[in-house]
């Protein structure tokens, strides 16, 4: 059984940004500062069919096969499937236990991909929409991050559609505040969204009448509060949250300007490359910038 020096975990990961996350990671690992040794990368999705042949079309890949790096080829990176759905709780469980008993010594870089965008804006819309692209990454990151090997790197790949310009200055200011504050907080502005979705009262309360948009907010809301959170207990851990850009993938509808590698530079930078230990940023075309 091989050891691993590194070990990475991408969800979402059957195809689009993920897949391309998954692809890079093992491309630009060999030549990263956290390369130590054997790196292994979980690609996770909730299809095991379509994760497996994932798995099965990297491993065939011819620019990762060129250079080299899979284990298969005589490098260090190994890939392999894990089912995970994380808009189930019990899913996310299960696989904290499986890498708790495979990996007791923790791991070192995740990167929570997973999420989805519904057509249309309802009070069902909106609650699918906050349950997996924000409860859902939350999950991820609090039963994941007390498994991060200090100096290791969180990332939650979220949205510019996530930014603060379309909210009113009073929702601006309750966001600011709650990332700042604590993840609780931040959990309560998706409620009260709900709430006054539910109500039919979004427009007059100054939400935008877009789920995933808000969604996205939050993430980057809670992603700063967790990350402010983590600096206190000294363990170094990189927690970002990142916008990929407007990729061109099925979330898309194909209208995306840029391509899903373009896409998945910044994730990966943000979990392999030194960028001055910044944590806590909201970051795009890799550099930190305004939420």
């Not at 530079?265 to 930190?288: C, E, N, Q, Y």
């Amino acid at each position: 059984m091989a050891v691993y020096s590194k070990i990475a975990i991408v969800t979402g990961a059957n195809k689009g940004i993920g897949f391309a996350i998954v692809r890079n990671l093992a491309l630009q690992y060999p030549q990263s500062p956290l390369n130590t040794g054997n790196f292994l990368i979980y690609l996770t999705a909730r299809s095991a069919s379509r994760g497996e042949d994932a798995v099965k079309a990297l491993l065939a890949d011819k620019v990762l096969k060129d250079a080299k790096v899979l284990q298969e080829d005589g490098g260090s990176t190994s890939i392999t499937f894990r089912s995970l759905d994380i808009s189930d709780e019990s899913s996310i469980h299960s696989f904290r236990d499986f890498i708790k008993q495979e990996h007791p010594d923790g791991i070192d870089i995740l990167i929570n991909n997973a999420g989805i965008a519904m057509d249309g804006f309802d009070d069902h819309v909106v609650k699918s929409t906050i349950h997996t692209n924000y409860y859902g990454t939350l999950a991820m990151t609090r039963d994941f991050l007390p498994l991060i090997h200090p100096g290791g790197r969180l990332v939650n790949v979220a949205s510019s559609a996530g930014r603060l310009s379309a909210y009113s200055a009073t929702l601006k200011k309750a966001f600011i505040e709650a990332s700042e504050t604590s993840v609780e907080k931040c959990s309560a502005l998706m409620e009260r969204f709900a709430a006054d979705v539910a109500a039919k009262q979004e427009k007059a309360k100054g939400w935008p009448s877009a789920a995933y948009a808000v969604s996205k907010a939050g993430e980057i809301a809670m992603t700063k509060a967790i990350a402010k959170d983590e600096e206190k207990n000294g363990r170094g851990v990189l927690i970002n949250a990142c916008c990929p850009g407007y990729v061109n993938t099925d979330m898309t509808k194909g209208n995306g300007s840029l391509t899903v590698d373009e896409g998945a530079k910044t994730p990966v930078l943000l979990a392999l490359s030194d960028f001055g230990g910044s944590s806590g940023g909201f970051w795009r075309g890799g550099h930190i910038i305004e939420w």
